[in-house]
């Protein structure tokens, strides 16, 4: 109620501020994301602005009939550019009071508190004081910032652009800590691969972040629109939606974006448009629905056969419009039906005697594979007769040709094709035949998803949306004409009525105005006394109502079938649980009523409905049929009452029990066999008394027999013996072997030891050998610039040149000192595998490094088939980076440079190759091609310092992949990367 009521203050604040502005509501807004805040604001896979915070926005205008747009940027570019008004209005902006002077904000539409992220196992922050000697980082411009500067929570704050950075560094042990909001904190944790970071258990309660949408400061006109749309969302329930998307998991339907099939021919049904989308009822049904559940859909199309057999696959999770049959409810699951469609003869005009099913018999009749009507006429025996095509459009075309004697289509999409393809020598023979329930399907075991879907199909019935579609797709099909004769035939009657009402009238009009005065006194006490009955008369029906949507919830949701029926057995509603249990719309059991449901013919119904008859209840077991004529056992309870008509009413409760049934019909059974074994068994007790004498006799030729058996085995043991005494001289002469080996496989643990101790030292060497060369480089060309500035009067030109010649070499010497730090920092870094879209990486990196080829042509092709691979980013767009580039550097003597990324999968690898058709290598120094420093080509040819292929080998050695060479001389070079396919 209170929630209620402020939202009602907010509305109607927003509205009167808006009421009384002087600026125009605007019709375009600009607006922009930041690029890392999940889940409030994330870059979408194309490159828009996606997340809570920017839908809430969007849906925020949207009731405001406002557009907005959005881009993407770093926050602390966005958030300047909102305070010089070159953007409108930001979706997320954490209210603090640094920021009071340069914007207005809206009231704050979520509230949250900030949280202290170090490394798993840190023991070292205990309390918020711990924090005061932490190296501390957040992301420039936040309100994390502010905060911490503000309050002086630590004496080290360093600062990054993005709290991806922070969390990386973290994880690092370059900083102790990052600040910053718990739910996106531990969002961009998971995004990011990182593992070892996590919240600590230190409360900040000072740390308020009022996240707010916020507009220039003075834009006040502005900001009453946003509010008022703001309040608007929140109040019809979209903001509710939007965060259980974002924020809480959808466990029903354990996804946030639905993948729907749809048959890409049939219309009105579905079908594409002229730019090849889908189109049609179903997709719009489609839509609604997922609009209705407050999730993402993704439709795809194609042939019946196709999507069918996608839906069985599981590469989509629903199959909008398949109908309802025994066969395919073997495999899938069905909504209750939102269509009924029919199935009709189709005949060449001029064709005699095809008039009914019954005269197909020695016809040729086309019918769509594996459509409905084909299992139909599979069922009536007309095997022999059924020619099959592709779709129900060929199906008509054919036919039209005349080819075949009729067809059996789709009543809806015969219509359709014959004014669409203009085939008028054909002719509907409209009595219909297998009127078929269309429904939602999905693959068995998905019945989660597909009650959500019933529930918003049911939603959107009540609130009329489904009788849009409904109309927009089939209102041109259900037409009548109009009988001009009979509208001008009842227009002259009651145009002759009206005189008469008007002679009338006048007369009337005259005594009434006598009697107005009298009755006006009357009237007024009555109003009265009328206003306080209305007043009592609203309160009663806002409790009914709020009893009949409690009940409609309860009826609707219920786990067991409900049926509301009057006593004589006509039923009034169905419940959705009972539809489910017979298989039946909720019209089909309405227009069967009691006595063609319930099997009548059971004693024990006759039974019930006399006992409820005198008693007004009863419970008990009966049968009832499903709509394929099955017998479903069902236990139920039913009670007469009477409703608020004084009419008698009946309410039964049923539940399906079928299968208990059929276990108690078992275990009789199986007791059955128990008695019948029971008897076997006295039977074999008495033969065994008959036996006991002849066993004596068998005891003593059985002592004989063990008595031979003693002196075998006796003589067996001496064998025995001796073969154990060399089987253990053996195991000794083993055991000697293998105590070599394992003295063998000690050693080589030792020698691989210092192998990798090496190399670490070596690879640290490296590092501090280039670190400390940059600062005698740095002095070599300083003093080289000095000399060619200052005392450039007392150099000859050799002299000149020698310093040119420094120079050249120093710069030459500063690309190999940062080739040897890249080769060392690789080596050294941690491995953070992410999943990455390898052709746009590439793709990415090839048109930076062309950026500057202005007068060079190139052909660059990545396969499309390459999958998506799990690698570190920065170290795979390294490794992307030096083979690309060595393409482009050794393809510049090429008039057009070809550049090609392939793939293929192969023996359980992932085989990705960067081919060029550059300078290419002689294959007799191939072993040289990984090692550092060894150049191929003459630094006067193609300059380098023959790291690259280096760092490249490195890289891939780090992620356990394989990497391998192959060149020709003048023809090009060839680079193979094999990845294991469990590492994809």
């Not at 509305?11 to 019709?27: G, R, V, W, Y």
């Not at 594996?370 to 008509?396: A, R, Y």
């Amino acid at each position: 109620m209170y929630r209620n009521v402020c939202i009602f203050i907010i509305i109607l604040f927003a509205s009167l501020t808006n009421l009384f502005s002087k600026e125009a509501k605007p019709t375009l807004l600009r607006s922009a994301s930041e690029y890392d805040y999940p889940p409030f604001c994330i870059v979408n896979p194309d490159s828009t602005a996606g997340g809570f915070s920017v839908e809430l926005l969007q849906a925020a205008c949207e009731v405001m009939d406002i557009k907005i747009d959005f881009k993407v940027g770093e926050w602390s570019v966005i958030k300047q550019e909102l305070a010089d008004g070159k953007l409108d209005v930001l979706p997320l902006v954490g209210r603090t009071p640094e920021r009071e002077e340069f914007y207005d904000f809206t009231f704050p539409y979520m509230t949250y508190h900030g949280a202290v992220f170090a490394r798993t196992g840190e023991t070292r922050f205990k309390t918020r004081n711990d924090l005061k000697k932490a190296r501390l980082m957040v992301m420039k411009g936040d309100n994390a910032e502010e905060y911490v500067r503000r309050v002086k929570l630590a004496d080290s704050v360093c600062t990054t652009f993005s709290f991806e950075d922070a969390f990386k560094y973290l994880s690092e042990g370059k900083c102790d800590i990052v600040i910053t909001q718990k739910v996106m904190g531990l969002n961009l944790v998971k995004q990011s691969g990182i593992v070892n970071v996590e919240p600590l258990a230190i409360e900040i309660i000072d740390f308020q972040q009022n996240f707010c949408f916020a507009v220039p400061k003075g834009r006040t006109e502005l900001l009453a629109h946003i509010n008022e749309g703001l309040s608007i969302i929140i109040a019809d329930g979209t903001f509710g939606r939007l965060r259980q998307k974002w924020f809480e998991p959808v466990s029903e339907i354990g996804k946030t974006k639905l993948v729907v099939g749809i048959d890409a021919h049939y219309p009105p049904f579905s079908d594409l448009d002229d730019k090849g989308n889908p189109a049609g009822y179903n997709v719009d049904l489609t839509v609604a629905v997922a609009k209705q559940l407050g999730i993402l859909v993704e439709i795809k199309s194609g042939s019946w056969a196709e999507m069918k057999e996608a839906l069985k696959s599981g590469r989509i999770d629903a199959l909008a419009g398949m109908h309802f049959t025994d066969s395919q409810d073997k495999s899938f699951r069905f909504s209750p039906p939102h269509l009924v469609t029919d199935h009709v003869i189709i005949v060449r005009n001029g064709s005699e005697g095809i008039k009914d099913v019954s005269d197909l018999k020695g016809k040729t009749i086309l019918v769509m594979n594996g459509c409905v009507m084909h299992e139909f006429l599979l069922k009536q025996g007309f095997d022999k007769e059924i020619h099959t095509l592709k779709s129900q459009e060929e199906v008509l075309k054919i036919l039209s040709e005349g080819k075949y004697d009729c067809a059996l289509v789709s009543h809806t999409l015969a219509h359709y094709y014959i004014e669409k393809n203009k085939l008028k020598n054909l002719k509907v023979i409209e009595k219909s035949y297998v009127s078929q329930e269309y429904c939602f399907a999905v693959k068995k075991g998905n019945e989660n998803l597909l009650r959500n879907i019933s529930d918003a199909i049911t939603a959107l019935n009540e609130s009329g949306e489904y009788r849009k579609i409904y109309s927009k797709w089939f209102g041109a099909y259900h037409e009548e004409s109009i009988d001009y004769k009979r509208i001008v035939k009842y227009a002259s009657a009651v145009f002759i009525g009206l005189i008469i009402l008007l002679s009338g009238f006048i007369i009337w009009n005259k005594t009434l105005k006598k009697q107005v005065g009298i009755k006006t006194t009357e009237l007024t006490a009555e109003i009265e006394r009328r206003k306080e009955s209305e007043d009592m008369l609203r309160q009663n029906e806002m409790l009914l109502k709020d009893n009949e949507e409690k009940y409609r919830q309860i009826f609707e949701s219920a786990s067991e079938g409900i049926l509301m029926a009057k006593p004589d057995g006509t039923i009034i509603h169905a419940n959705p649980e009972a539809c489910k249990i017979f298989r039946r719309s909720e019209d089909e059991i309405i227009s069967l009523g009691r006595d063609r449901l319930f099997d009548v013919n059971d004693p024990r119904l006759a039974e019930s409905l006399d006992i409820r008859k005198k008693t007004g209840a009863f419970k008990g077991e009966v049968n009832a049929f499903r709509k394929d004529g099955s017998t479903v056992h069902l236990f139920l309870t039913s009670n007469i009452y009477t409703d608020s008509k004084d009419e008698l009413r009946a309410i039964t409760i049923f539940s399906d029990i079928s299968e208990r049934k059929v276990a108690e019909a078992k275990l009789e059974e199986n007791l059955k066999e128990l008695e019948k074994s029971k008897k076997a068994t006295l039977n074999l007790l008495k033969d065994v008394k008959d036996e006991n004498a002849q066993r004596k006799k068998a005891e003593e030729n059985l002592r004989k027999l063990n008595e031979e058996l003693e002196n075998k085995v006796k003589e067996r043991t001496k064998q025995l013996d001796d073969q154990n005494h060399e089987l253990i001289t053996a195991q000794e002469s083993l055991v000697m072997l293998l105590s070599d080996v394992n003295e063998s496989r000690r050693e080589l643990e030792r020698v691989n030891g210092l192998l990798i101790s090496a190399n670490k030292e070596l690879e640290a060497f490296s590092y501090s050998v280039s670190h400390d060369l940059r600062s005698p480089l740095r002095a070599i060309t300083g003093f080289a610039d000095i000399l060619k500035s200052d005392y450039c009067k007392d150099l000859d030109a050799e002299g000149m040149r020698f310093i040119d010649r420094i120079n050249e070499n120093s710069e030459r010497m500063k690309v190999l000192i940062d080739d040897l730090l890249e080769y060392s920092r690789v080596g050294r870094a941690a491995i953070h595998p992410v999943k990455l879209d390898l052709k746009n990486e590439a793709e990415r990196i090839f048109s930076d490094l062309i950026s500057a080829e202005k007068n060079r042509k190139f052909n660059f092709t990545v396969s499309d088939n390459i999958p998506a691979i799990m690698a570190d980013r920065t170290l795979f767009s390294q490794m992307l980076q030096n083979l690309l580039g060595n393409a482009v550097k050794f393809t510049a003597k090429k008039d057009i440079a070809e550049v090609k990324i392939n793939y293929e999968k192969k023996d359980n690898f992932h085989i990705i190759s960067i081919e060029d058709n550059g300078a290419g290598f002689d294959e007799k120094y191939k072993s040289k091609l990984f090692e550092v420093f060894q150049r191929l080509h003459n630094s006067e040819d193609f300059q380098g310092t023959g790291v690259g292929l280096s760092i490249v080998q490195k890289v891939a050695v780090k992620h356990g992949w394989q990497i391998d060479g192959e060149g020709k001389v003048g023809v090009g070079a060839k680079f193979i990367i094999k990845i294991p396919v469990n590492e994809g």
